[in-house]
Each structure stands twice: as structure tokens, then as C-alpha cells.
């Protein structure tokens, strides 16, 4: 053998054997964890390739080792941790298969605070929903992100991405401010590292493909933590968006999943990859009939279709009835909450995952964060529905732990009653009277989430500008006993239809893009009827803001009488009355049908003109006005 040809065997040798002689680790989930919580189990998933076959150990004081999972496949591995009294540090963990070994530094990190002073959101807030691609643009460094799917930034197409990012948010915090606001709602921001297909993008954010990632569209992991922080200094709160029932398809367990029941339909995803026809038989999608749920007398099939069957064909099922699924997700919830700080967490499709898995997640929160506050998306519009899924509802089989739920009942009927003339039984206003008639089902009507319009559904205008009823359904939310939540740019009287496509109710807030030919953020770019929009809105907010006769004080709400709606709250010897006249004639407020709150009172103060009002006489009301007074 000549020289030169020994001398490369021998190196390729040496590189074989330096190869063999380490284990490969890609990959560690969660990257870090914290000192001094409750609950001291921990999950690490491994990714590498052939990490299966590894042993894991460590020497860090008050860290034991329970259990070593191999879930299935040869290049993930799941190793449970017990950290006892552990002090802040960095860990070592080393990797052991055969002969090869592998050292990796693991980092047991302080927490910034005690669990119970994570304080949630409750009814004194009102959260503002907005999607990030479509709110508004901080900068465009991140518009195209060089190694993602391919995807396209195009605002003259509605279901492509638009190039809002969390820079743009945070640049506009004063204006969460000035319109009186206490919480920003943002759609997900984590990865969706997905390709444009047929003209769609996942901007929207619910197809997860890193839930450990920032979608680097949207910026960084800091630049989350910068937005949420610098919110907290406006005074402001952050909820984040989460999705437990599904992911997206380019998340690398759909390629290679840890094990075969780590999704639900395994076998259809295994074959198809993605490329098999949806409406083939062994692809089952959700019926999204959520009533097997809690029906008592469901059959099996149709309660595997709402809880097994997928959202849709791009996003997997996760299978939360396996419990090594169910602890990843959980641990990705508390290392949000401790690496960023937000104040609470919104769950969608909250029925369609696993009902047993979802009250141990929330159980767990509750037990860590005490204070903290979690939503989950409930969908159906009778009240008894909602009602169960409460945390400590007595008409549900187990506790859901789940502290809010959203009122779609509520969003229905006033979405109904715009069109109507309040009458003497059912249409109208009475929508919304005989469903508060059963808040006596909730454990906690203050902890529902009221809203009247979000970004699945219509806009509360339509393609109009009835700025009449928009009033009278924003009145009732911010003074009932309820959570409200508003959507972004209701309050400059963006409208749209989810007729031809969804992006037409997710526009872009006027003013949020560079080029934007108006600015809705700034009262010289605002329009007349959007000014004085923005203003009734903002003097409302600001007075329900601290205001506790809203927050804390009875509800006694009267029977629409002659077309008028009468809802009034109590507290501390102050009282509120919201008055709507739910007619398009001209109707009288009889006040000595409300002497029980009236009492001997003559003046009532109008909450926005701050105009004195007489109520120790007959109040004339023009066609669909509201009135929210405070009586003197």
C-alpha cells in the first residue's frame, strides 16, 4: 500500500473511532429548568440519533435519576429527573452507551418569582385579541427567514403572510394605553415552520412545529421576553395562545414519532406522510360536535371522532392520553410561564383533547401558580355546555381544574340581537337576558370570557358600520359580570366576513405596515366616525378600569320592558345601571320600574359625556341608544 493511501486509511480510522467513542445529542427539551418548584419531577426529551440506547446519569446534588423512557424510536429518549431542594447551577448529564459517552452541561436556573405571586388575569381586566402578522410590522430583517419552508409576504393576499412581528407590538404599547385596555391577547407566536400550500400560510399560528421557539417571523425567545416585560411597565398583561390538541405536520415527531401512540391515527400518518387522500377510510377527521364530550349518553363513535379524529388533515393529533405527551406539554406551559413571565395562558379546542389529561395539566398549574389564570376555547352556545367545564362545576363527571371558559352564548345571541327588535319575549335583547338567566350553572360567572366577535368568526359590523348596535353590544360586555375581551381594531371600526376567507376578518391594523396610506394608531389618521368610535371606547375602558361597583358588585338585571334592557350593579353604596333601548323607534325608560336601584336618587351621571341625566322622571331614549350612568 503506498504511503499516501496508509495515511488516509488511517485517518478515516481515527475519525470512525472518535465517532464511535461519543453519543449524539441534538437535542434537549426543555433546554433549562428551575430551582425551588413544587413539583419536582422533570422531563427531558433526548433527541439524537440512536439515543434509545443510552444510559443517562448525573452527580448534581438533590437531582436522582427515576426513570429512563424509550418511547419507540431509536433517536429519542425520555429520562424523568426528581430535583429536591436543588440549588441554581449547572448540571451535567452524561450519556453512556457501550464504550461511547457524551457530557452535556444542563442549567438548573433561578426563578424571577415565587409561583403564588404569578398573578393571572381576572374580570378586572379586558383583554385585547390581536394576530402578530397582522397587527403591526417593527421591522422587516425578519420578513423572509433564509432555511424555512418556502412562504410568501404578500398583504395583498388575505391568507398569506402579512409581516406583523412582536417589534411592531411593543412599538405601539402607548396606544393599549391610551384606549384603555389591561391585557394583550396574542394568537400563537411559536414556530409554524410550514410551506404556503394552495395559497394558505399557517400566519396564524396554530400549527406548532417548535413549541420550544419563537417563530423567528415573529422575532426571538427575547424579543418575546422584552415585549412581555415592557407590556408589564404599560401595565399591561400578556396571555399566551397554546394548542395541546394538535401541531403542525413539519414537526419533526411527525417524520419520526417517539412512539407509535404519540399521535392519535398513528397508522394512517405513518403510511400517508401527509400525501394520502384525507377522505380515505383509515384517516378519521373530528365530527367538531363537542356535546359527546359530555353527553351521558354518547356512543363510543361518536366520542372517538370529537376526541380522537384531527382538526384538520396538516395538523396531527397529539394523543394526550399518553402520558409521556401529556407531561412535554405541560412542562412547555411552566417554561413559558418562568422564562417570560406571561400572566396567563389560552387554550384552544379545548374539548377535543383528552378531557383527563388536560384537568391533570391544569390541576398541576393550579397547585404551581395559584393565582395564575388559564381560558380554554369552549365552543358550544348554551350555557350548561360551558358551565361543566368550569374548574368546580357540579354538573361535570370530573373536575376540569380549568378556572375560565369562553361564553359563547353570549358572542351568539348579541350577535343575533343586532338584527332584531327587542319584543316583549324572545327576539332582540331578550337573547341576552334569558342567557344570563343561567349563570346560577357556573361556579364563577365573573371568570366566563364575554366577547362578541374574535378571529374565527365574523366582524361584529360585518362589511358595515352600525355603530349603534356595536355600542349597545360593548356596553353590556364591559359593565356584566364577565371577563370581556375585545378584537383588535373594533374600536376603529374595522369590519369583514369570514364569507370568501378567514384572513378577511384578520386584516391589517391601518397604519401597523410601512406604506399603509392611513395611520388608525394616531388621532390625525384616524377618520371622524373613527375618532369618536375610539373615544366612546376609550372613555368607557378607562372609567371600568379599577372601577370595583363593575367588578365586584351584584348584578340585577330586569326583563326587557317595552323594548328597553335594563342590567344594573352594586357595590359598596355605589350603583351603575346600563340602559339599551333595543328598538329602532324612540322608547321611554319608566323609572318607577327600577325604583329597587333607582331609589330616591334624581341624577344619574353618563359615564361618557359625563352629562348629568334626570331619573326621578320618565327617561326618553332615542332609537338603539345606550346609556351607562352612575346614580348619585
Known amino acids: 500500500m503506498k504511503k499516501k493511501e496508509l495515511t488516509l486509511s488511517i485517518l478515516l480510522f481515527l475519525a470512525m473511532t472518535m465517532r464511535a467513542a461519543t453519543v449524539t445529542v441534538d437535542r434537549i427539551e426543555p433546554a433549562n429548568w428551575f430551582a425551588g418548584m413544587k413539583n419536582p419531577t422533570l422531563q427531558l426529551m433526548i433527541y439524537g440519533k440512536d439515543i434509545s440506547a443510552a444510559d443517562v446519569t ?5 437531582v436522582t435519576i427515576d426513570n429512563i423512557v424509550r418511547p419507540g424510536s431509536s433517536n429519542y429518549l425520555l429520562v424523568y429527573l426528581r430535583l429536591k431542594d436543588v440549588q441554581p447551577g449547572e448540571m451535567t448529564l452524561t450519556f453512556k452507551n457501550g464504550k461511547r459517552t457524551k457530557k452535556v452541561k444542563y442549567p438548573i436556573c433561578e426563578r424571577a418569582m415565587r409561583g403564588e405571586d404569578h398573578t393571572g388575569f381576572s374580570n378586572a381586566d379586558v383583554l385585547y385579541m390581536l394576530m402578530p402578522d397582522r397587527f ?11 432555511g424555512m419552508m418556502t412562504y410568501h409576504n404578500d398583504r395583498s393576499q388575505p391568507s398569506l403572510r402579512h409581516g406583523g412581528d412582536l417589534e411592531g407590538i411593543r412599538q405601539h404599547l402607548d396606544y393599549f394605553n391610551q384606549l384603555g385596555v389591561t391585557a394583550l391577547w396574542l394568537t400563537p407566536v411559536l414556530e409554524n415552520n410550514s410551506p404556503d400550500h394552495n395559497g394558505f400560510s399557517t400566519y ?6 417548535d413549541y420550544y421557539k419563537v417563530d423567528p417571523r415573529f422575532g426571538t425567545n427575547e424579543e418575546y421576553q422584552r415585549l412581555v416585560a415592557e407590556a408589564h411597565q404599560h401595565g399591561l398583561k400578556v396571555v399566551m395562545d397554546m394548542i395541546f390538541n394538535h ?3 413539519d414537526h419533526p415527531w411527525v417524520k419520526d414519532m417517539p412512539s407509535k401512540d404519540w399521535f392519535n391515527l398513528p397508522g394512517w400518518l405513518e403510511q400517508s406522510n401527509g400525501t394520502s387522500d384525507p377522505t380515505d377510510t383509515d384517516f378519521l377527521q373530528t365530527s367538531y360536535k363537542l356535546t359527546p364530550v359530555v353527553d351521558p349518553y354518547a356512543s363510543q363513535v361518536d366520542l372517538r371522532e370529537t376526541v380522537e379524529g384531527w382538526f384538520v388533515p396538516t395538523m396531527p393529533d397529539l394523543n394526550q392520553k399518553n402520558p409521556h405527551v401529556m407531561t412535554y406539554l405541560i412542562q412547555n406551559s411552566i417554561w413559558w410561564i418562568e422564562t417570560v413571565g406571561i400572566d396567563g395562558i389560552r387554550m384552544d379546542t379545548y374539548p377535543y383533547a383528552d378531557a383527563e389529561g388536560m384537568a391533570r395539566w391544569m390541576k398541576i398549574l393550579d397547585e404551581e401558580y395559584p393565582n395564575f389564570n388559564t381560558v380554554g376555547e369552549t365552543w358550544v352556545t348554551e350555557p350548561a355546555y360551558t358551565a361543566t367545564w368550569q374548574k368546580d362545576s357540579k354538573l361535570a363527571r370530573n373536575n376540569s ?4 371558559v369562553m361564553d359563547f352564548s353570549f358572542f351568539d345571541k348579541i350577535n343575533q340581537a343586532k338584527n332584531e327588535e327587542t319584543d316583549a319575549w324572545w327576539n332582540g335583547l331578550n337573547r341576552i337576558y334569558n342567557s344570563l338567566v343561567y349563570d346560577y350553572l357556573y361556579p364563577n360567572p365573573s371568570s366566563v370570557m364575554a366577547f362578541i366577535e374574535n378571529h374565527d368568526t365574523d366582524r361584529f359590523l360585518g362589511n358595515g358600520k352600525d355603530t349603534l348596535a356595536l355600542k349597545q353590544a360593548l356596553a353590556l360586555l364591559l359593565t356584566v359580570n364577565r371577563t370581556p375581551q375585545l378584537y383588535y381594531g373594533t374600536e376603529v371600526l374595522m369590519n369583514g366576513t369570514k364569507e370568501v376567507t378567514d384572513g378577511n376578518v384578520r386584516k391589517d391594523f391601518p397604519g401597523g405596515f410601512p406604506g399603509d396610506k392611513k395611520n388608525a394608531f394616531t388621532r390625525e389618521g384616524r377618520t371622524q366616525a373613527e375618532n369618536a368610535m375610539f373615544d ?3 372613555r368607557l375602558l378607562h372609567w371600568r378600569q379599577g372601577n370595583e361597583v363593575v367588578t365586584k358588585g351584584k348584578q340585577t338585571q330586569f326583563i326587557p320592558w317595552k323594548g328597553v334592557y335594563v342590567i344594573a350593579r352594586q357595590y359598596g353604596g355605589k350603583k351603575v345601571m346600563t340602559i339599551l333601548n333595543g328598538t329602532s323607534q324612540p322608547a321611554k325608560l319608566e323609572v318607577s320600574r327600577y325604583a329597587e336601584i333607582i331609589g330616591e336618587s334624581q341624577v344619574a351621571r353618563d359615564v361618557i359625556t ?6 326621578d322622571k320618565d327617561v326618553n331614549l332615542r332609537p338603539r341608544q345606550t346609556l351607562v350612568v352612575e346614580i348619585q
Open 204 to 209: 396564524h399560528g396554530y400549527a406548532t412545529t
Open 58 to 62: 448525573t452527580d448534581y446534588p438533590g
Open 247 to 249: 401541531c403542525g405536520f
Open 136 to 146: 403591526a410590522s417593527g421591522s422587516d430583517t425578519n420578513d423572509q427567514i433564509a
Open 401 to 404: 381544574y380549568l378556572k375560565t
Open 610 to 615: 359625563g352629562k348629568n341625566v334626570r331619573i
Open 536 to 538: 366612546w371606547c376609550s
